[in-house]
């Protein structure tokens, strides 16, 4: 049986945010010890290449989807960060496929992790990150720490 499961790293308590801080959910620790899981730690927006802290991103349109298919636009205010975003994504895959993930938490309403809920400008909307979408696709079940309450 599948023991190892890919899990946004700031939900780990590794220190991955955009302002340097950790998201740690007791929740997502829970989880893995009650089920003997193994995580395996992903930060997209590190993987594609943004370094810590770094300014905050979000969508200006769209959502996961549609950045993947060249409609959506994430940005940081300054400029487009699609190509990072898209990067990171990729790369998570990879880290998947390597490890045999068929299963990931990831983080609620991020840009890239976000399962079901992203910011869209300063408001809340229905929608996947960028590599909730990618894992999706491939058929990667996605959760996020939101559906641990129980
Ligand atoms: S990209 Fe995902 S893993 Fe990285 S800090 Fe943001 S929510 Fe956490």
């Known amino acids: ?21 950790t998201k740690a959910d007791r929740r997502v620790l829970d989880y ?9 730690p992903v930060c997209p927006e590190q993987l594609g290449g943004l370094p810590t802290p770094r300014q905050r991103s979000w969508f200006v349109n769209g959502d996961g989807s549609t950045v993947l298919d060249g409609n959506g636009e994430i940005t940081n205010a300054d400029i487009s960060m699609n190509l990072a975003f898209i990067r990171g994504a990729q790369e998570v895959l990879k ?19 976000g ?17 909730t979408t990618l894992l999706k696709r491939q058929q990667i079940e996605v959760i996020s720490e939101d559906d641990l309450d129980f």
């Open 32 to 40: 893995l010890r009650q089920h003997n899981l193994t995580p395996i």
């Open 95 to 113: 880290i998947a496929r390597l490890t045999d993930c068929r299963r990931a938490i990831l983080k609620q309403r991020s840009p890239s992790c």
């Open 115 to 131: 399962v079901g809920e992203i910011y869209r400008q300063n408001l809340v909307v229905s929608g996947d990150g960028v590599t």
């Open 1 to 21: 049986m599948e023991r190892s499961i890919l899990v946004s790293a700031c939900l780990l308590g590794l220190n991955t945010r955009y302002d340097g801080s």
